[in-house]
């Protein structure tokens, strides 16, 4: 099973997407994750998606394209993978169908998780993570056991620095502009799926797999 998902900032597509990796055997291929860990190392790619990425703005095509081009190619991904941020423009989503025609493969659904700009909003400004693991809680739905620290590894959450309210509006302009119209794009591919994202993760989990397995 090979898998888009698409949505809003905070619309809880990583924290979907880990479950499905549980469930199903999934890789799970972030490319937020991915070009976080580049800018930890201090890499020529994370200096350059830095400077979009604090600000809020998407990073350019070419970059992301290239990122997923090899990932995609590792051996876990053969079983299957969740794509978790990515495509994020129509030329991105062009790119990945002849990725994945080339070697042979394709898309099974893009799934679209829908939520309010006010859920945005709360679940981005709430969000902490974990800079060693990467787990991420909400200060309210989903708080560590410890406050300010991590529960897998004791390391103080911080608060990423796209999660503060300027950079929130400006990554919903972004989506609204260049990753909504992805939605019409793959509901003309026959393989949209959209779920609502607003209630209780366990819920959202649960109509998530309903969904897939149809
Ligand atoms: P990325 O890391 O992908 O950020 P995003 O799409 O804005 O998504 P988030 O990680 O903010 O949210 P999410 O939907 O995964 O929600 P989560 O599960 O964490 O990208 C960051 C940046 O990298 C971009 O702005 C861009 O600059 C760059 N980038 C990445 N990919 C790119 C691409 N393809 N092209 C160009 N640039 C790219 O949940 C959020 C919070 O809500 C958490 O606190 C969680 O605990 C809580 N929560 C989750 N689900 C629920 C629920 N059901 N109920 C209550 N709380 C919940």
């Known amino acids: 099973m090979n898998l888009v998902l698409l949505g809003p900032p905070g619309a809880g597509k990583g924290t979907q997407a880990k479950r499905l990796v549980e469930r199903f055997g999934l890789a799970h291929v972030s490319t937020g994750d991915i070009l976080r860990a580049a800018i930890q190392s201090g890499s020529a790619l ?9 600000r809020g703005a998407l990073v350019p095509d070419d970059l992301v394209v290239g990122i997923i081009r090899d990932r995609i190619r590792a051996d876990d991904c053969r079983g299957g993978f969740v794509l978790d941020g990515f495509p994020r423009t ?13 070697a042979g493969t394709r898309l099974d659904a893009a799934v679209a998780f829908d939520v309010s700009d ?16 990467g787990a ?18 004791g390391t103080p959450l911080v608060q990423r620095p796209d999660d503060r309210p300027e950079q929130i509006r400006q990554r919903m302009a972004e989506y609204r502009a260049k990753t909504a119209p992805l939605k019409e794009f793959y509901r003309g591919h026959g393989i949209l799926r959209e779920v609502d994202g607003s209630p209780a993760p366990d819920e959202v989990g649960r109509l998530l797999v309903e969904l897939l397995s149809r």
Do not use: F, W
Not at 90 to 100: D, F, G, H, K, W
Not at 137 to 152: E, F, I, M, S, T
């Open 90 to 102: 129509v030329p991105q989503a062009e790119a990945l169908e002849r990725m994945l025609a080339s």
């Open 136 to 153: 991420t809680y909400h200060l309210v739905n989903a708080p560590p056991k410890r406050d300010g620290v991590c529960d897998r590894d």
């Open 118 to 133: 006010q859920v945005v909003i709360d679940r981005n400004t709430q969000r902490r993570s974990c800079p060693t693991c």
């Open 46 to 54: 994370g200096l350059e998606a830095k400077s979009y990425m604090d």
